[in-house]
């Protein structure tokens, strides 16, 4: 795993420099402050996603260009190691892209009135993008970064069914102020199959697709 955990660095550092990754990071941070202090409002939520999805493009695309993909079955170490770095990477990388998108909102909050999230949105935010991991990673395996496109479009159609119904599942957020137990309960129970049977489906496909 540790193996293929330092791939998955290589991977997303990209032979860059140091100058390079801090240059970006400063970018990353004024464009937040800029947007933040522009629509008094949170962006996290579409930063997240946005870096999510873009970072497993790359990641990806890099595998099929390179062939990489298909090299790494004929190596001596479980094929499943690198499939599941794949995962922990993408997790990872929005938990720290949320966080530094969070702290920086909460600086710039001490300055300006920001508009705050109320709880439907703060599921959202920290829900959307794990879903949209847990059928992404699967989707690139099984038809590749050109072919995943059609994954995007039926998420982005589920993204959309469950903002109509949302109202229905949690019309009482703003008259409580909380997310009902048996509600937290229903999305990690969701959560949980959906990461299984992806990973599941992840692995199998790596192992028995002709890359």
Do not use: W
């Amino acid at each position: 795993m540790k193996t293929a955990m330092y791939r998955e660095y290589l991977c997303l550092r990209q032979d860059k420099s140091l100058k390079d990754i801090i240059k970006g990071v400063a970018i990353f941070l004024i464009l937040i402050v800029v947007l933040t202090a522009f629509t008094k409002s949170s962006v996290a939520l579409p930063f997240s996603i946005a870096f999510n999805l873009g970072m497993l493009s790359n990641l990806f695309t890099r595998d099929f260009d390179d062939g990489s993909i298909a090299t790494l079955r004929t190596m001596p170490i479980n094929p499943k190691n690198y499939v599941i770095a794949r995962y922990i990477t993408a997790f990872l990388t929005f938990a720290l892209i949320t966080l530094v998108i969070l702290l920086t909102e909460h600086v710039v909050g001490l300055f300006i009135d920001v508009d705050p999230l109320d709880i439907s949105e703060r599921v959202i935010m920290y829900v959307v993008p794990l879903f949209l991991v847990v059928a992404l990673i699967p989707g690139y395996y099984g038809f590749g970064p050109k072919g995943v496109g059609l994954m995007i479009y039926i998420i982005i159609t589920t993204i959309l069914i469950f903002a109509i119904l949302s109202p229905i599942m949690f019309y009482n957020f703003e008259k409580y102020e909380y997310l009902p137990t048996y509600k937290i309960i229903i999305l990690i129970v969701l959560f949980i199959v959906a990461l299984f049977v992806s990973v599941s489906v992840s692995i199998n496909t790596f192992k028995t697709k002709d890359f």
